[in-house]
């Protein structure tokens, strides 16, 4: 495919300035108006993708540096993108805000600089007018090798509070591409992990998208912004799309330096295994390319839903279950005490299961005192403490996932505790923000706190599909 796809990222100078409301609203303008959009977060971010996916009628993908590497940015970039007339991609808190003492690392700025894409500023304008452009000046001069390629106001009050940030921002020459007034309707309701699922209010979360849609259409000059997308040239360093079924190599990253990604590659001529993955309103967190590259390694994905299937997919040789929001749906998944036997008997079995945040949850003996499936000797509970950020991680021992010493990075975001933190076997070695093991391994099962992205190390996908053939 080309690698010069039309392209925007929007960004904002702080996080609750309206990207998610600009950048959904646009995709959804977009593709009214007849174009293949293609939907892109920055960040390790699960929940605004669902929502551009509602918008744009293809899956939502995540474009992060921190996760993947930059060397990967351009290449997810372009396999999501494949077959689109013009990408959308919302950045993540402020521009230039990264990963914590890693300077640019992962944010918004790194990604539309590897991608070489145009950045739309949204400003919220509530509480100024003057002031907007030395704002916007200082967004625009701080790094000269990010483009601010115009501006969309957010949050005006009324004409003459229009008139009065026009006329600061043409001083500054800095264009105005959108103007949005306060609009009650688009919010989106959210609890303690940031907005409320799509999956968990599909009718209203369609309806806010509708509205969203609506007041960017207009309140924003769709044609500037679709002209301003197709200035942006090829991608940067002559990047090919990503593919799962070849993807691009990272060797495994250990103590001892670099060795060969671990697992075999897939063999057509063996049957496909029955990987059965969570999904659902309770566990709603998961990257496309999980799918894509379980898929590619050669097993058959079924996905099952906890809340409501009493049995495992036929067949079922191994299980991933991902993260998402057990804690709001603790009664429920405890009352399904059928599926929770039938977890526990596949991972007495010795079956590959693996399990990220909500899925280490629902493997505890309890939530919040409620049974679950008693697979790991552990309790969970909900905490007021937020635990949130990038984590460097090394695996402590062999599991079907990874082999010792194989070197990862992750991420946390939860507020629930799992006491005792870690088993006999844990999971990972976390490096940062202090030295702690974290998580489970035992027999099959590899439970952690940590959301991977397996498109960093394609090892771990061939890996655990081939655990699943000889288990």
Same mark, same amino acid.
């Given at each position: @495919?080309?690698?010069?796809?039309?392209?925007?990222?929007?960004?904002?100078? *702080?996080?609750? *300035?309206?990207?998610?409301?600009?950048?959904?609203?646009? @995709?959804?303008?977009?593709?009214?108006?007849?174009?293949?959009?293609?939907?892109?977060?920055?960040?390790?971010?699960?929940?605004?993708?669902?929502? /551009?996916?509602?918008?744009?009628?293809?899956?939502?993908?995540?474009?992060?540096?921190?996760?993947?590497?930059?060397?990967?940015?351009?290449?997810?970039?372009? !396999?999501?993108?494949?077959?689109?007339?013009?990408?959308?991609?919302?950045?993540?808190?402020?521009?230039?805000?990264?990963?914590?003492?890693?300077?640019?690392?992962?944010?918004?700025? !790194?990604?539309?600089?590897?991608?070489?894409?145009?950045?739309?500023?949204?400003?919220?304008?509530?509480?100024?007018?003057?002031?907007?452009?030395?704002?916007?000046?200082?967004?625009?001069?701080?790094? +000269?090798?990010?483009?601010?390629?115009?501006?969309?106001?957010?949050?005006?009050?009324?004409?003459? !509070?229009?008139?009065?940030?026009?006329?600061?921002?043409?001083?500054?020459?800095?264009?105005?591409?959108?103007?949005?007034?306060?609009?009650?309707?688009?919010?989106?309701?959210?609890?303690?992990?940031?907005?409320?699922?799509? $999956?968990?209010?599909?009718?209203?979360?369609?309806?806010?998208?509708?509205? @969203?849609?609506?007041?960017?259409?207009?309140?924003?000059?769709?044609?500037?912004?679709?002209?301003?997308?197709?200035?942006?040239?090829?991608?940067?360093?002559?990047?090919?799309?990503?593919?799962?079924?070849?993807?691009? /190599?990272?060797?495994?990253?250990?103590?001892?330096?670099?060795?060969? *990604?671990?697992?075999?590659?897939?063999?057509?001529?063996?049957?496909?295994?029955?990987?059965?993955?969570?999904?659902?309103?309770?566990?709603?967190?998961?990257?496309?390319?999980?799918?894509?590259?379980?898929?590619?390694?050669?097993?058959?994905?079924?996905?099952?839903?906890?809340?409501?299937?009493?049995?495992?997919?036929?067949?079922? $040789?191994?299980?991933?279950?991902?993260?998402?929001?057990?804690?709001?749906?603790?009664?429920?998944?405890?009352?399904?005490?059928?599926?929770?036997?039938?977890?526990?008997?596949?991972?007495?079995?010795?079956?590959?299961?693996?399990?990220?945040?909500?899925?280490?949850?629902?493997?505890?003996?309890?939530?919040?005192?409620?049974?679950?499936?008693?697979?790991?000797?552990?309790?969970?509970?909900?905490?007021?403490?937020?635990?949130?950020?990038?984590?460097?991680?090394?695996?402590?021992?062999?599991?079907?996932?990874?082999?010792?010493?194989?070197? @990862?990075?992750? !991420?946390?975001? /939860?507020?629930?505790?799992?006491?005792?933190?870690?088993?006999?076997?844990?999971?990972?070695?976390?490096?940062?923000?202090?030295?702690?093991?974290?998580?489970?391994?035992?027999?099959?099962? /590899?439970?952690?706190?940590?959301?991977?992205?397996?498109?960093?190390? +394609?090892?771990?996908?061939?890996?655990?599909?081939?655990?699943?053939?000889?288990?």
């Amino acid at each position: @495919m080309s690698a010069s796809v039309p392209r925007l990222v929007i960004a904002a100078p *702080s996080s609750g *300035s309206g990207k998610t409301t600009v950048a959904t609203g646009l @995709m959804a303008a977009f593709a009214a108006r007849g174009l293949a959009v293609s939907p892109h977060k920055v960040g390790p971010d699960y929940i605004d993708p669902g929502y /551009h996916a509602l918008a744009t009628g293809r899956v939502g993908r995540n474009l992060d540096a921190y996760l993947c590497g930059p060397e990967l940015v351009g290449p997810l970039f372009l !396999h999501g993108a494949r077959g689109c007339d013009i990408a959308v991609v919302e950045g993540v808190m402020g521009l230039y805000d990264g990963a914590a003492g890693e300077g640019e690392l992962a944010s918004t700025a !790194h990604v539309a600089k590897l991608l070489g894409a145009p950045v739309v500023l949204v400003v919220d304008a509530s509480s100024q007018s003057r002031s907007v452009a030395a704002l916007v000046h200082g967004f625009a001069s701080w790094d +000269p090798e990010v483009r601010i390629g115009g501006v969309i106001l957010n949050k005006v009050a009324s004409d003459r !509070h229009e008139e009065l940030l026009r006329e600061a921002l043409e001083q500054a020459g800095v264009p105005v591409l959108g103007v949005l007034r306060r609009a009650p309707q688009v919010d989106t309701p959210s609890r303690h992990l940031g907005l409320v699922p799509v $999956a968990e209010r599909r009718t209203a979360a369609v309806e806010a998208v509708a509205a @969203m849609a609506a007041q960017v259409s207009d309140g924003c000059d769709l044609g500037a912004l679709e002209a301003l997308a197709r200035a942006a040239g090829a991608v940067p360093g002559g990047s090919a799309p990503w593919t799962p079924a070849s993807p691009a /190599h990272h060797p495994t990253r250990s103590d001892e330096g670099l060795t060969p *990604s671990s697992g075999p590659a897939p063999s057509d001529k063996r049957r496909a295994p029955v990987v059965a993955v969570a999904g659902g309103s309770a566990f709603t967190f998961s990257y496309a390319e999980h799918t894509e590259l379980l898929t590619a390694a050669g097993a058959e994905v079924v996905t099952f839903d906890p809340l409501r299937d009493e049995e495992l997919p036929e067949g079922t $040789a191994g299980l991933v279950i991902g993260g998402g929001f057990p804690e709001v749906y603790a009664s429920e998944l405890s009352a399904n005490e059928p599926l929770r036997k039938a977890v526990a008997e596949l991972a007495g079995s010795g079956a590959p299961v693996a399990a990220e945040c909500a899925g280490l949850l629902y493997l505890c003996r309890e939530l919040d005192g409620l049974p679950m499936c008693g697979v790991l000797d552990a309790s969970a509970r909900m905490s007021e403490r937020l635990t949130l950020g990038y984590r460097d991680a090394v695996a402590v021992g062999d599991s079907v996932l990874a082999a010792a010493g194989t070197r @990862m990075r992750g !991420h946390e975001f /939860h507020r629930t505790v799992v006491e005792p933190g870690s088993g006999p076997e844990p999971a990972w070695g976390v490096r940062t923000p202090r030295p702690r093991v974290e998580g489970f391994v035992q027999r099959g099962v /590899h439970a952690s706190y940590l959301h991977t992205h397996w498109a960093s190390e +394609p090892g771990v996908a061939r890996r655990f599909v081939e655990r699943c053939r000889t288990s």
